[in-house]
C-alpha cells in the first residue's frame, strides 16, 4: 500500500522519483520485515531464549509463535488515548468474572509497551470499560431502551478521539482495539459501525454466530478471580489421585446444560454432574479430583471453567457451539482438551473413557505447560496472559497495512 515507485516526476535532463516517506510509511515497512523474519522462523531453526522456548504440540507452531513474541517484545508500541474519566474509563472491575476486563485497562496504563508519542504506534488503545457501562449507565426501566445510554457513550468517545486525533479516520479504526469480557461487549460496538466492521475487538465472549470474526478480533479468556488475585485456585493433585472421571456443576441456562444435566445429573459416580453441589461439597475440591472438566456454554460462549481446569491441573472438555478459544491463533486446543459437539453430550463417558491413559497424562502435561498463558500475574510476567492478549492484538496489526498522507 506504498506509493508506486513507478510515479515519478519528469524534468528536462533526467526522471527522479519525488517522495516522502511518513511516519507511518516507516512504521509500515519495519512490520513488513518483521512478517518475512516469522514467515522464515516458521521453518527454521528457533531463536534462543532463556526464560521460555515454546516447543510441543501444543503451538500450531512454535518457532513461528516464539519468533513472533520476541518481535513483539522489541518494536510492538500501544497509544492508550488519555481521554476519559473513571470509572467508564481507564478503569474496570479486577476481581469477579470480568476481571480480565479491568486487569487488562489496568496492565496497559502502566506497560513498556505503552508510547506517548502517537505516531510511533502501532495500534491505539480505547480504554473503555463495558463492564463498568454496565454498573453505572445501563437503564434498568423496561420501558424504555437500556441499550441507548451506554451505545451512546461507546460513540461519544470514538466522536472525541476521531476529532481530536487524526489516527481513527487515517485507519477506520482497523489499528485500533478495545477490551470487554462482560456478555454484552460485542453488542456495544456495534454502536459505532467501523468499531464492529473494522477494529480489533479483544472479546471473551468470541461468538462467530454473533459477528466475531477470528481474523481480526481476538479472543480472550474468562477469568474468575474471587479476590482479584490467583490465590487457592492454582495447582492440583497429580492424575493418580483423581478419582472422579469428569465434573460439571452449574445453573441452567442456554441450550446446552439442559442437555448436560437432562443426560448425567446425579446418574453415575464416574460423571458427576450436578445443577448443585450437594451440602458441604467444594467445587474447587471437586475439580482437583477430577480428570476431566467440563466447559459447556451458558446463554453466552465464554466460561471461566476451562481456565479453572487449566489452573488445577484438570483436562478441559469443551462443549461450545460458534466458539472461537483463546489464543487460537497460537494455541492447538486439541491436544490438551477435548472438544465435543452438543450431539456427544449422550456418549460423553463412552467417548471419555475410550481415551487411552497413555493420551489423557499427555493432554493432562501439555495442558499444565500451556497454564502460564492463562495466568494472571502481578506485575505481568512474559507470556502470561496479559502479554498473550496483546500478542494476539500485535498479530492482528501484522495482518494488515495503514495507507497514510504524507507528515507536514
Known amino acids: 500500500?506504498?506509493?508506486?515507485?513507478?510515479?515519478t516526476v519528469g524534468f528536462s535532463v533526467d526522471t527522479r522519483i519525488n517522495r516522502k516517506y511518513t511516519s507511518l510509511d516507516k512504521l509500515e515497512a519495519?512490520?513488513?520485515?518483521?512478517?518475512?523474519?516469522i514467515k522464515e522462523a516458521e521453518s527454521g531453526n528457533q531463536t534462543h531464549d532463556a526464560d521460555y522456548v515454546p516447543y510441543g504440540p501444543m503451538y500450531w507452531n512454535a518457532a513461528a509463535f516464539h519468533r513472533s513474541y520476541l518481535e513483539m517484545e522489541k518494536q510492538f508500541k500501544v497509544f492508550v488515548y488519555e481521554e476519559g474519566e473513571p470509572p467508564i474509563f481507564h478503569n474496570g472491575p479486577c476481581k469477579n468474572i470480568y476481571a480480565m476486563e479491568g486487569n487488562f485497562i489496568y496492565?496497559?496504563?502502566?506497560?513498556?509497551?505503552?508510547?506517548?508519542?502517537?505516531?510511533?504506534?502501532?495500534?491505539f488503545f480505547l480504554p473503555m470499560s463495558a463492564a463498568m457501562m454496565v454498573r453505572f449507565i445501563f437503564e434498568r426501566d423496561p420501558n424504555?431502551?437500556?441499550?441507548?445510554?451506554?451505545k451512546q457513550t461507546v460513540k461519544d468517545y470514538v466522536d472525541l478521539v476521531a476529532g481530536k486525533y487524526p489516527f481513527w479516520n487515517r485507519s477506520l479504526g482497523a489499528d485500533h482495539f478495545t477490551v470487554a469480557c462482560h456478555d454484552w461487549g460485542p453488542e456495544l460496538s456495534k454502536a459505532v459501525p467501523y468499531l464492529f466492521k473494522n477494529s480489533i475487538r479483544a472479546l471473551c465472549n468470541a461468538n462467530t454466530s454473533e459477528g466475531f470474526n477470528p481474523s481480526k478480533d481476538v479472543s480472550i479468556p474468562e477469568i474468575l478471580l474471587p479476590d482479584g488475585t490467583t490465590r487457592g485456585i492454582l495447582n492440583g493433585p497429580s492424575p493418580r489421585n483423581r478419582p472422579v472421571l469428569a465434573f460439571f456443576a452449574g445453573g441452567v441456562h442456554g441450550p446446552i446444560r439442559p442437555i448436560l444435566l437432562e443426560h448425567w445429573q446425579d446418574k453415575d459416580p464416574d460423571v458427576q454432574v450436578h445443577k448443585y453441589l450437594p451440602k458441604g461439597v467444594s467445587y474447587m475440591g471437586m475439580i482437583r479430583q477430577s480428570k476431566y472438566c467440563i466447559s459447556p456454554s451458558g446463554y453466552e460462549v465464554a466460561s471461566p471453567r476451562m481456565v479453572e481446569a487449566l489452573y488445577t491441573g484438570c483436562v478441559p472438555v469443551l462443549i461450545k457451539d460458534h466458539y472461537v478459544a483463546p489464543f487460537s491463533d497460537v494455541l492447538n486446543w486439541k491436544s490438551f482438551a477435548v472438544i465435543l459437539a452438543v450431539e456427544d453430550i449422550p456418549n460423553l463417558k463412552n467417548i471419555l473413557t475410550k481415551i487411552s491413559t497413555r493420551q489423557?497424562?499427555?493432554?493432562?502435561?501439555?495442558?499444565?505447560q500451556v497454564r502460564r498463558h492463562f495466568e494472571v500475574n502481578f506485575p505481568p510476567k512474559r507470556y502470561d496472559v496479559f502479554h498473550m492478549i496483546l500478542h494476539s492484538v500485535w498479530l492482528r496489526r501484522l495482518n494488515i497495512q495503514i495507507q497514510g498522507v504524507s507528515d507536514s
Do not use: C, I
Open 1 to 7: 500500500l506504498f506509493v508506486s515507485t513507478n510515479q
Open 30 to 37: 519495519r512490520l513488513g520485515r518483521v512478517r518475512a523474519v
Open 107 to 123: 496492565h496497559m496504563e502502566t506497560t513498556k509497551f505503552r508510547t506517548k508519542t502517537p505516531e510511533k504506534a502501532h495500534v
Open 144 to 150: 424504555v431502551d437500556h441499550w441507548r445510554p451506554m
Open 360 to 368: 489423557y497424562l499427555r493432554m493432562q502435561r501439555r495442558g499444565k
